[in-house]
């Protein structure tokens, strides 16, 4: 029998670290939560998730050297999936607070939410799906994600999932992907999405 492949989890002092690994354990890896370079170098893939500010979350991932390990494997071809403000941090910058960058590794910029009558947005939300992508195998186009935002990546050219309020509620490029919502909260179609970040990483 072979092993689950190890998802590293990034720990880089915030998150919702807990719900995303037994999201993982669910769907059939074996996720590691771990601020060790050499661990995200020996995993299978990597996840990205936070919950937060933009800026003292960069802060964070700089001082502790993983946003460029991140950024260097992720360029090397390790899959990389960011979630809520673990995928904001995967954008070149951010307006949050003034001027920040981000990682880079996916094109655009993260503005304030328009075309909501509530910010923050919190709750269940329509994605359409505005692009073919690994991110939605089995998943039906106009499926409910779970939000909770303030801020998200305005329009990109790696958005592939789109919602009233997100004009990139999901975005990939190459082995790099991420969602606005929490997948890890939103039911079946949700786990759905960590099982085809999965396998990817098993490709």
């Given at each position: 029998?072979?092993?689950?492949?190890?998802?590293?989890?990034?720990?880089?002092?915030?998150?919702?670290?807990?719900?995303?690994?037994?999201?993982?354990?669910h769907?059939?890896?074996?996720?590691?939560?771990?601020?060790?370079?050499?661990?995200?170098e020996?995993?299978s893939g990597?996840?990205?998730?936070g919950?937060g500010?933009?800026?003292?979350?960069?802060?964070?991932?700089?001082?502790?050297?993983?946003?460029?390990?991140?950024?260097?494997?992720?360029?090397n071809?390790?899959?990389?999936?960011?979630?809520?403000?673990?995928?904001?941090?995967?954008?070149?910058?951010?307006?949050?607070?003034?001027?920040?960058?981000?990682?880079?590794l996916?094109?655009?910029?993260?503005v304030?939410?328009?075309?909501?009558?509530?910010?923050?947005?919190?709750?269940?939300?329509?994605?359409?799906?505005?692009?073919?992508?690994?991110?939605?195998?089995?998943?039906?186009?106009?499926?409910?994600?779970?939000?909770?935002?303030?801020?998200?990546?305005?329009?990109?050219?790696?958005s592939?999932?789109?919602?009233?309020?997100a004009?990139?509620a999901?975005?990939?490029?190459?082995?790099?992907?991420?969602?606005q919502?929490?997948?890890?909260?939103?039911g079946?179609?949700?786990?759905?999405?960590?099982?085809?970040?999965?396998?990817?990483?098993?490709?």
């Amino acid at each position: 029998m072979t092993d689950p492949p190890v998802i590293a989890i990034v720990d880089y002092g915030v998150g919702n670290l807990r719900s995303v690994e037994r999201a993982l354990l669910h769907v059939g890896a074996e996720p590691l939560i771990t601020s060790d370079p050499g661990q995200l170098e020996r995993a299978s893939g990597i996840v990205l998730p936070g919950v937060g500010a933009f800026a003292p979350a960069q802060k964070k991932l700089s001082e502790g050297g993983l946003g460029r390990e991140v950024v260097e494997l992720a360029r090397n071809g390790k899959p990389v999936l960011g979630v809520c403000l673990g995928y904001q941090l995967l954008f070149e910058e951010s307006e949050e607070g003034g001027r920040h960058e981000g990682l880079g590794l996916l094109p655009g910029r993260v503005v304030a939410v328009e075309g909501s009558e509530h910010v923050p947005v919190i709750g269940w939300c329509r994605v359409r799906q505005i692009a073919s992508s690994t991110i939605w195998s089995g998943i039906p186009d106009g499926a409910y994600f779970y939000f909770v935002h303030s801020y998200g990546p305005g329009a990109s050219e790696s958005s592939v999932g789109a919602a009233d309020h997100a004009p990139a509620a999901a975005a990939c490029s190459d082995r790099v992907m991420g969602t606005q919502f929490h997948p890890e909260k939103s039911g079946p179609d949700g786990l759905r999405v960590y099982k085809n970040f999965l396998g990817m990483c098993l490709a």
